[in-house]
């Protein structure tokens, strides 16, 4: 769970969101506005979450042995 938080938070403040819509104009007598998702960062950000989340396990892991060596 503390991955997902910390590798949205890094995703939100690192990576450049583009707002990928485009206008179509004269579309049949009108303009019209095509919204779509931007999966380059979608696929980012789930790459930075799932690393964050490998890490934190590997982190806590490692803590966890120690405390139990000593």
Same mark, same amino acid.
Do not use: A, F, H, P
């Given at each position: 769970?503390?991955?997902?938080?910390?590798?949205?938070?890094?995703?939100?403040?690192?990576?450049?969101?583009?707002?990928?819509?485009?206008?179509?104009?004269?579309?049949?007598?009108?303009?019209?506005?095509?919204?779509?998702?931007?999966?380059?960062? &979608?696929?980012?950000?789930?790459?930075?979450?799932? &690393?964050?989340?490998?890490?934190?396990?590997?982190?806590?892991?490692?803590?966890?042995?120690?405390?139990?060596?000593?």
């Amino acid at each position: 769970m503390i991955g997902i938080v910390i590798g949205g938070l890094i995703s939100y403040l690192l990576l450049d969101y583009q707002d990928q819509s485009y206008e179509i104009k004269n579309y049949y007598g009108t303009d019209k506005t095509v919204t779509e998702w931007d999966w380059v960062t &979608i696929s980012y950000t789930g790459t930075i979450i799932i &690393i964050v989340s490998i890490l934190c396990s590997v982190i806590w892991t490692i803590i966890e042995k120690k405390k139990l060596r000593d």
